[in-house]
């Protein structure tokens, strides 16, 4: 089951203080990111991050969940209601995680 595209712009709309997040589609769900970076996904109407051992003392539940089949576990965010949780989750990880690796053009 695909992620309702409503339920995708509430995440973003929750997220938005954290800085310029977007979604794009990949595979029939959502990769989220937060500037150039990668963050976490947003799979059956349920928001997951990558588990960065840094952010789970912010966590209000710690919950690994694989988002899809064959998927490396990542915490299960329950708690979408509130937007500041969200916005420092979201800016936490896009401080921690490294800049995307650029691609060489063939």
Known sequence: MASNPDFVQFILDQCAAAGPVSAKLMFGDYCLYCADKPVGLICDNNLYLKPLPELRPLLKSVEL??????????????DVDNADYLASLIKTSFDLLPAPKTRKKK
């Open 65 to 78: 969940q694989s988002p899809y089949d064959g998927a490396k576990p990542h915490y299960l965010i329950p």
